[in-house]
């Protein structure tokens, strides 16, 4: 699964498209007018910012294929054509890549059916669909370009790709699959569509390693391990979930690495198809690190749960010295200036309460029973929580007591398995979060729960904030008491 091409920050290429349409044609069945335009409604297309060379400047912007397909408001086929990069196939329509470097482009002319008169079309462009399956077609597998063939637009928005785990790359010598689509009202005469862009159905993942000390480090057996899915969808629509199932274990180099003081070393990269999760599967880097005196091993996680298409998440572990090691991830999209996610390890939060905390031989907080689902009841203990750092990082709320006290769903006031939880940078400011008691006051057995709550290092383990920082030494800082008392 390793594709040893350089990373780089991506922003991806436009593709421009205008859509000439002219009065139609009356049925002629001369074929050496098959070629003769005039008259024709026709789709012309231009690709800028295309690799040329796959093998030297990597596949995130090769288009070995090119289709495109289109239908009516009836949902009738206007155009299907696939066209194809190679002079040497045939019955293929090929088309020229014109200049080199970022001024690379394509240009392609695809006529439209006869019978079409104008009107509100929907366009999809399909690239790279060579050595791709369509998923759960067993017994029989079926070849995506086979598939797409015939394809109609309600089977063409419901196609599900199967994945093997091959990623593209001059490995697996399989492209990229894009895709992208545009809804067009046409009119006689010319009619122009700009800025197309081709969204990849991939995502990639790179490791690197920075070193901030003044002595040289070596990185070995650095290795990617996880589940892949086992499909995923072929348009940028929908929420598809895939089952993820087969476990892999990858090694992203092969011997050590040496990396001097002050330098960055890419370690290893690789595609991943979009995976859209709600459990707990992660992928999870792993190296070692050695000074040269001391080795130590380390593991984090390479993304979130979600995978998304068309994103690079570049992931840096900064060596300062063993007592500052430091773990940042990078989520940047191919098409937009990139955002970054890091961890560090002081954590930088709030978490203010709307009661004040009863001290007697112990400290604590007290809540009251209430019969209503009142939302702004004032028996809850109603908590303001903001977390800023460490950015990235997952946190969690956390009860010693799930039996007798539980956080109030916004949503759905009789959900009693709610949990508040997020991740740091994304809406975690300011956050209100309501904590009632779900049981009448019983004076023989008096209720009471910790609160505490939690946020994940770098290398996955979980640690408690300090919430309350005024308690003695000795004491559980890291954890509110909260007791039940008697209604007025």
């Not at 920050?9 to 069945?29: E, K, Q, R």
């Not at 348009?235 to 895939?242: C, D, F, K, R, T």
């Not at 859209?276 to 000074?291: C, E, G, R, V």
């Amino acid at each position: 699964m390793i594709n040893k091409h350089s990373i780089y920050n991506w922003l991806f290429f436009p593709l421009l498209a205008s859509l000439l349409a002219g009065s139609v044609a009356s049925c002629i069945n001369d074929p050496a007018m098959e070629e003769d335009t005039s008259g024709k409604s026709t789709l012309s297309i231009m690709v800028r910012g295309v690799t040329t060379n796959p093998e030297q400047d990597g596949y995130d912007e090769y288009i070995e294929t090119l289709r495109i397909i289109g239908f009516d408001a009836k949902g009738d086929v206007v155009c299907n054509q696939l066209f194809d990069n190679d002079a040497n196939t045939t019955n293929i329509p090929n088309f020229t890549i014109q200049g080199t470097g970022e001024d690379a482009k394509i240009n392609i002319t695809q006529i439209l059916k006869e019978a079409f008169q104008g009107g509100t079309c929907d366009f999809y462009f399909i690239a790279n669909e060579n050595d791709y399956d369509v998923y759960n077609t067993q017994p029989n597998t079926q070849s995506l370009s086979n598939f797409l063939d015939e394809v109609s637009l309600n089977g063409l928005k419901n196609c599900v790709i199967a994945y093997d785990g091959k990623e593209p790359g001059a490995t697996n010598q399989r492209s990229i699959l894009m895709t992208t689509s545009v809804t067009s009202a046409l009119k006689p005469g010319d009619n122009t569509i700009n800025d197309i862009e081709l969204v990849r159905c991939f995502a990639k993942v790179q490791l690197k390693v920075k070193n901030n000390s003044s002595a040289d480090i070596t990185v070995s057996n650095a290795t990617l391990t996880g589940k892949y899915p086992d499909s995923f969808h072929l348009l940028n629509e929908g929420n598809y979930m895939a089952n993820v199932s087969t476990e892999f274990s990858t090694l992203l180099q092969t011997g050590n690495i040496t990396i001097s003081a002050g330098s960055t070393v890419e370690v290893g990269e690789l595609y991943f198809p979009e995976w859209l999760s709600q459990t707990d599967d992660n992928l999870k880097y792993s190296f070692n690190l050695s000074d040269g005196i001391s080795n130590k091993t380390y593991e984090f996680p390479a993304v979130d749960n979600n995978i998304t298409r068309n994103t690079c998440y570049v992931t840096t572990a900064t060596f300062a010295g063993w007592e500052s090691v430091s773990i940042k991830l990078e989520v940047a999209p191919w098409e937009v200036v990139f955002s970054e996610i890091h961890w560090n390890t002081t954590p930088q939060f709030a978490l203010n309460v709307n009661k004040s905390a009863v001290v007697t031989d112990e400290k604590y907080y007290p809540i009251t029973y209430t019969a209503t689902n009142d939302p702004n009841d004032t028996n809850d203990l109603v908590f303001t929580f903001s977390i800023t750092e460490p950015l990235g990082s997952a946190w969690v709320f956390s009860l010693s007591n799930g039996s007798d006290f539980y956080f109030v769903d916004p949503d759905d006031a009789d959900n009693y398995k709610y949990v508040p939880n997020g991740i740091v940078g994304t809406d975690s400011e300011n956050l209100t979060i309501r904590l009632r008691a779900k049981n009448s006051y019983n004076a023989d057995t008096p209720q009471e729960t910790m609160l505490a709550v939690k946020y994940q290092m770098a290398d996955g383990t979980w640690n408690r904030l300090i919430i309350d920082a005024e308690q003695a030494t000795g004491n559980s800082r890291d954890v509110f008491l909260i007791r039940q008392i008697p209604a007025n």
